[in-house]
């Protein structure tokens, strides 16, 4: 079992910086891939980005490549995401979520944790 808390979102300008941050409980966190996904109001949940339990991979959606950066620190049961030049578009309620694999990591029904979101608003 594990639980995810996410925090750090807010409202910053477009061209800023925000860096979110998941929590995570459970003694197993180092098994499970981690990744952000973001919902925005009348959209489908979207993939940002997704890190291997060794760190070793990571994966981005196009959108966000080059401005976000996904890490992971396993001694402190933490992932956090940086997001560079934010724009507008960007802006959603950001999830942290957990995966057995990284087959389709894509897809948020691969995986089986999920944070309670939070809040980000980039003002144009």
């Known amino acids: 079992q594990v639980q995810l808390v996410e925090s750090g979102g807010g409202l910053v300008q477009a061209g800023g910086s925000l860096r979110l941050s998941c929590a995570a409980s459970?003694?197993?966190?180092?098994?499970?891939?981690m990744a952000w996904f973001r919902q925005a109001p009348g959209k489908e949940r979207e993939f940002v980005a997704v890190?291997?339990?060794?760190?070793?991979?990571?994966y981005y959606a196009d959108s966000v490549k080059g401005r976000f950066t996904i890490s992971r620190d396993d001694a402190k049961n933490t992932v956090l995401l940086q997001m560079n030049s934010l724009k507008p578009e960007d802006t959603a309620v950001y999830y942290c979520?957990?995966?057995?694999?990284?087959?389709?990591?894509?897809?948020?029904?691969?995986?089986?944790?999920w944070g309670q979101g939070t809040q980000v608003t980039v003002s144009s």
């Open positions: 890190i291997s339990w060794g760190a070793d991979v990571t």
């Open positions: 459970g003694r197993t966190f180092s098994s499970y891939a």
């Open positions: 979520a957990a995966a057995e694999t990284l087959h389709y990591y894509y897809r948020p029904d691969r995986y089986v944790y």
